[in-house]
C-alpha cells in the first residue's frame, strides 16, 4: 500500500509538472536556426564582451552569462566559440545489450514500452514514442548508466572575490536494465518490489 502510495504521488507531481509543457506545446515558437554574429572561430575577450552580450544572452541561461562575465571581463579566460558537437557516450554493454534485444520491444497503443529488457530499445526510432523511450526506457537519470555519483559545488562570489560555497552529491543505484556494473540485468529490488531506481542527495 505503501509503494502505491508513493506511486500515486510521484506521478501527481510528474502531471504537475509536464502538464503545463504539454498544455502550452502548441503555442511555443516554431524552431528557427541562430542567425546571429556569434559563430564558431569568434573567440570572446575582455575587450569585445559588451558587443557580444547582446547575443550571449538570446543563446545562454542567465546564470551561465553572469559565470561566464564573471571570468570574461575580468581578463582571467576568454570564451573560444566552437562547433557544436554531440557527445552523449554509450557503453560497451549498452551497445552489446541493444544489439541483443533490438526489435524484441514495442509501444503499446497506451503508449507505454512493453519487452524492453535493457539498451536502447528503439536504435533507429521511426515514431515519436520509440524516440521518447529509446532516450529514457526507465524511471533514471538520462546520463546515469548503472551506478553513478554525481557532484556539484556551487561557489558564491561578490565580484570576482571567493566568499562560500556548497557542494551537492547525488548517489544512483539503477535496479532494472543493468549493462555494465554487475549484477547485470534486473535486480531483486526490481522483480520482486517493482523499485527501477533510487537516489539519494
Keep these: 500500500m505503501i509503494k502505491l502510495k508513493r506511486l500515486y504521488l510521484l506521478a501527481a507531481f510528474l502531471m504537475g509538472l509536464l502538464c503545463p509543457a504539454f498544455l502550452g506545446a502548441e503555442e511555443l515558437p516554431s524552431y528557427q536556426k541562430y542567425m546571429g554574429s556569434i559563430k564558431p572561430g569568434i573567440v570572446i575577450t575582455k575587450e569585445n564582451w559588451d558587443h557580444y552580450l547582446p547575443e550571449l544572452q538570446k543563446l545562454l541561461p542567465l546564470s551561465k552569462v553572469k559565470l561566464y562575465g564573471m571570468g570574461v571581463k575580468e581578463g582571467m579566460v576568454t570564451m573560444p566559440i566552437v562547433v557544436t558537437t554531440t557527445d552523449y557516450q ?52 538520462t546520463t546515469a548508466h548503472d551506478d553513478a555519483k554525481y557532484y556539484n559545488w556551487f561557489g558564491l562570489f561578490q565580484g570576482i572575490k571567493y566568499e562560500k560555497h556548497f557542494t551537492w552529491d547525488i548517489f544512483d543505484r539503477k535496479y532494472r536494465g543493468r549493462t555494465d556494473i554487475p549484477p ?7 522483480t520482486e518490489g517493482g523499485i527501477s531506481l533510487r537516489e539519494s542527495t
Excluded at 524484441?104 to 520509440?130: H, M, S
Design 90 to 141: 554509450v557503453t560497451k554493454g549498452q551497445m552489446e545489450a541493444t544489439k541483443k534485444y533490438a526489435g524484441k520491444c514495442r509501444v503499446g497503443a497506451d503508449n507505454q514500452l512493453y519487452d524492453w529488457v535493457a539498451g536502447i530499445p528503439f536504435p533507429e526510432p521511426k515514431t515519436a514514442q520509440e524516440l521518447a523511450w529509446s532516450c529514457n526506457p526507465t524511471i533514471s537519470r
Design 184 to 190: 547485470l540485468g534486473d535486480m531483486p529490488d526490481f
